[in-house]
């Protein structure tokens, strides 16, 4: 009992929960965007208070928000709203960590049988990861596992499709808001024609709306779009690296063939392996001996 406790692999350690960090990327090109266009304004000889119009905001804001909440369901805006902090903080997980928590069951379950992983399995912080060792260690089906895995990965995808065309609306509506606000600046503007200093000044302010319904859209709505789309194809990613690493697991292939598989995700190496490049040296050394000239026989001598 003792030489056989040795001789057991080690058990693989359930996978982490995805720290949560600071996207610096989208922080740092915020303010690189704002200290840009502010520090335009400043050398051209304007102050900051000339954009800082309480009113031009609230129309923006107000009027975007509103028709946005008029085009989208309920459910899909609630979930836009929660995608807003994976805009500034990024939560997803290393690949080359899931490719070696997948190795380590497939180890495993080479070792002492698929269903040894039972246990492991529902310790798994990933709902997508547990989700697809649990249907494995059931018996199920190899193409309902598939099946039921690819579907969720869809479905996921057109949910975050449909989370991120809500800040692509938003960015679509705030300039024709903003275009509202400035005319509704120069209605005011009209009323005072008899002061040329509060016409200048009005009109100047009046455009406040369109500089704020321009801005926003480009710095904020779009890009915000953008990223949350980033963000799902790398979740999809990760989910199509587990189901093609279970899929390995559950068919009995060499764990050091399924880490080869991964690699196509993780982008590790060339994805040769050692095999792969015993072949490839293999390989390189064949053309030179090919283009060596045979040598000739001797001539034979006849009697």
Not at 67 to 92: E, H, I, N, Q, W
Not at 114 to 143: C, H, M, Y
Not at 192 to 207: K, P, R, S, W
Request: glycine share 12%; hydrophobic share 45%; net charge negative.
């Amino acid at each position: 009992m003792g030489q056989e406790s040795k001789t057991e692999p080690k058990k693989p350690e359930p996978e982490k929960a995805a720290q949560v960090r600071p996207d610096l990327i989208s922080v740092a090109g915020l303010v690189v965007a704002l200290a840009g266009i502010v520090g335009g304004l400043v050398m051209e000889g304007g102050r900051i208070k000339d954009i800082a119009q309480i009113t031009a905001a609230m129309i923006v804001l107000g009027g975007t928000t509103g028709a946005v909440m008029v085009s989208t369901p309920l459910s899909v805006l609630k979930g836009a709203l929660r995608r807003l902090a994976g805009v500034f903080l990024d939560s997803t997980p290393d690949l080359s960590q899931i490719t070696e928590e997948v190795i380590g069951y497939a180890s495993k379950a080479r070792k002492n049988g698929l269903v040894s992983l039972e246990q492991e399995a529902e310790q798994i912080s990933d709902p997508f990861l547990r989700k697809a060792l649990n249907l494995g260690v059931d018996g199920t089906d190899l193409q309902e596992i598939r099946k039921m895995l690819e579907l969720q990965i869809d479905i996921e995808e057109q949910a975050g499709e449909a989370e991120a065309r809500v800040f692509e609306a938003a960015g679509g509506y705030a300039p024709t808001i903003g275009i509202i606000g400035a005319v509704l600046g120069l209605i005011q503007v009209m009323k005072n024609l008899a002061n040329i200093d509060e016409v200048g000044h009005g009109i100047a302010v009046a455009f406040v709306a369109t500089v704020y319904g321009v801005g926003s859209a480009n710095l904020l709505f779009l890009p915000m779009a953008a990223k949350i789309k980033a963000r799902q194809r790398a979740q999809s990613q990760r989910q199509e690296l587990i189901l093609e690493g279970v899929s390995g697991i559950v068919e009995g292939l060499n764990p050091k063939l399924i880490r080869e598989k991964l690699r196509a995700f993780t982008g590790a190496g060339d994805g040769l392996g050692p095999a792969g490049e015993a072949a490839k040296g293999a390989a390189a050394q064949k053309p030179s001996a090919e283009a060596a000239p045979p040598q000739e026989e001797p001539a034979k001598v006849e009697a």
